[in-house]
């Protein structure tokens, strides 16, 4: 799988630990920065990672700052895309189960690497199935084209 990550300064050392954990798993993956512990807001990597996702140029993505908190708010923006916060693998592998989320966020100071690496693979190790959970996708899915629609977003 074609894999897009993400991080703010805050977050660059478990994103290289982790893009370097899940191409051990055997997905391609495509950084989009930062690339240093320089200084960058977190809302210009997520939107973009997100419209990436969106435009088909990854299957998946992960985004990480201080939380995961801001990522998954900022993603969340990105018409189309549902980004889940998440800290456990538990709770991975229901956002892609039950919400089909296209993206997962993780906060550097809050996880340590090697669970962040276990969310990321239980994250990776599972496909939405649809069933109940789509029709509850498309509802939230419809909400946001009517919003859309009428200039609410």
Not at 113 to 125: F, G, P, Q, T
Request: proline share 2%; glycine share 12%; aromatic share 8%.
């Amino acid at each position: 799988m074609k894999i897009g990550v993400g991080a703010d300064h805050n977050a660059f050392e478990l994103k290289e630990a982790v893009k370097t954990y899940i191409e051990g798993l055997g997905h391609e993956v495509v950084d989009y920065g930062c690339y240093s512990k320089d200084m960058i807001d977190y809302p210009g990597v997520a939107f973009n990672v997100a419209t990436k996702l969106k435009e088909g140029e990854v299957e998946r993505a992960l985004l990480f700052c201080g939380t995961g908190i801001g990522m998954s708010i900022a993603a969340n923006k990105v018409p189309g895309i549902r980004s889940a916060q998440c800290h456990d693998p538990y709770s991975a592998e229901r956002a892609q189960l039950s919400n089909n989320a296209q993206i997962i966020t993780m906060g550097a100071k809050v996880i340590g690497e090697e669970a962040a690496k276990k969310v990321a693979e239980a994250y990776l190790n599972v496909s939405f199935q649809g069933g109940n959970s789509g029709r509850k996708i498309d509802q939230i899915m419809d909400k946001e084209k009517e919003y859309i629609a009428q200039g609410s977003c």
